[in-house]
Structure formats: C-alpha cells, structure tokens
C-alpha cells in the first residue's frame, strides 16, 4: 500500500479553502469550480472570512469526497482559476 493511500479514507468531509481578490463575484465564480466536482455542494454552506484590510476574501467549502482523484482534480481546476491566488 501507498504512503499516500493511508492519509485519507474515502468518502470523507475535506475542507477546501481558498482565498482571492475580494469582489463581487468571487465567491459565485468559485462556487461554479467546487460545483462541477461536487454538483451536491449546498452554496450555503460556504463560510466567508474577510481580510483584516478587506482586500481579499477567505472561503472555506467542506465537500464531501468521494475520492483522491475528485479531490485532486477540484485542486487543480481552482488553481488553474485566475480569481484564486492562495488555497490551502
């Protein structure tokens, strides 16, 4: 067995977190990504944390995953997102 297969066992809730430029479609445009690899993610459950200067904007989506693949491919959509400039 792989190091990395003992890390997580699917399915299991993972939190996403991502952070961006505050404006007002962010989190809508984030929201689209997270929703084509998880298309059960209730937007309301998106937690929202502003900046201490509120230029960029935290929200976190805890997503139920079903498989280091799902997980891997959400990752790199959002990366690949010209709103994203940090995920965790």
């Not at 479609?25 to 690899?37: A, G, M, P, T």
């Not at 937690?47 to 201490?52: F, I, N, T, V």
């Not at 976190?60 to 994203?84: G, R």
Request: net charge negative.
């Amino acid at each position: 067995m792989d190091k990395q297969d003992n890390l997580l066992q699917f399915p299991c809730e993972f939190p996403v977190k991502v952070m961006g430029l505050r404006h007002e479609r962010f989190v809508h445009n984030i929201l689209e990504v997270v929703q084509r690899y998880v298309p059960d993610f209730p937007p309301e459950q998106v937690e929202m944390r502003p900046s201490s200067g509120g230029k960029y904007l935290s929200i976190t989506c805890n997503i139920w995953a079903v498989s280091q693949d799902q997980v891997n491919l959400l990752y790199t959509a959002l990366k690949a997102h010209p709103d994203v400039k940090v995920m965790l």
